[in-house]
């Protein structure tokens, strides 16, 4: 299947992306059914992807959430992300969004978490961030359920990263994101077997795994004519 059959049409005839454009675009365009690594493979390779079969068969995935920050520029939208520092055990320098697993203090509630999360990683107050919507849950190949809260800040934006966890804040437009030319599907053998996965490049930093699938999702949803 070639990349673009998995894509919403492209960037002409997008919506004009104001707040409430936006929300209800999320309202309309979330699928119950999820998707991610195991369900990416299984819509390539047939409904007996291994990775599909192991996530039916296999451990209930860990609850966690991730903000989707979208900060309103006056000449247009960009998305922050972080990079992870190289000595974390888990993803290492990979690039993503600010979040993490559930505590007892969110309740459940995967807003609080990302919210919760997103403060103590880059110090960005909770009540700067105005909810949107949120995107399909992506299950991850290492036992994740992330659920993606779509969130919009007005500048200005001063991260304040927590050293530990975050090694670098920065924003890429979000016409950027939402171009389906700038989505690339690659496959990586793990365990004998093709793998697929999306990544895209933005000034050299490769995005890639479960956070340019979020990030596709995102190009999915509001790319709806």
């Given at each position: 299947m070639e990349q673009r059959d998995l894509l919403s049409p492209g960037a002409a005839d997008r919506p004009r992306l104001t707040r409430p454009a936006i929300a209800g675009l999320l309202a309309r365009g979330h699928d119950p059914r999820g998707r991610g690594?195991?369900?990416?493979?299984?819509?390539?390779?047939?409904?007996?992807?291994?990775?599909?079969?192991?996530?039916?068969?296999?451990?209930?995935?860990?609850?966690?959430?991730?903000?989707?920050?979208?900060?309103?520029?006056?000449?247009?939208?960009?998305?922050?992300?972080?990079?992870?520092?190289?000595?974390?055990?888990?993803?290492?320098?990979?690039?993503?969004?600010?979040?993490?697993?559930?505590?007892?203090?969110?309740?459940?509630?995967?807003?609080?978490a990302a919210l919760r999360e997103t403060e103590e990683e880059i110090g960005?107050?909770?009540?700067?961030?105005t909810?949107?919507?949120?995107?399909?849950?992506?299950?991850?190949?290492?036992?994740?359920?992330?659920?993606?809260?779509?969130?919009v800040i007005v500048p200005p934006v001063v991260p304040s990263a927590d050293p530990f966890e975050v090694a670098e804040v920065f924003e890429v437009p979000l016409h950027f994101i939402l171009d389906p030319e700038n989505h690339q599907l690659h496959r990586r053998i793990v365990e004998g077997r093709h793998r697929p996965f999306w990544a895209m490049t933005w000034e050299q930093r490769v995005i890639w795994g479960a956070t340019a699938g979020i990030l596709v999702n995102l190009s999915d949803v509001l790319g709806r004519p």
């Open positions: 690594d195991a369900l990416l493979e299984q819509s390539i390779d047939g409904p007996d992807a291994p990775g599909r079969a192991a996530l039916a068969a296999g451990r209930a995935p860990i609850p966690a959430a991730v903000l989707v920050p979208l900060v309103e520029h006056d000449d247009g939208m960009t998305v922050l992300l972080t990079r992870r520092t190289d000595h974390l055990a888990h993803h290492p320098g990979q690039i993503s969004f600010p979040g993490g697993r559930f505590e007892a203090a969110d309740r459940g509630d995967p807003a609080a960005l107050p909770r009540d700067r961030v909810i949107l919507g949120r995107l399909d849950d992506y299950v991850t190949g290492t036992g994740f359920v992330i659920t993606p809260i779509v969130g």
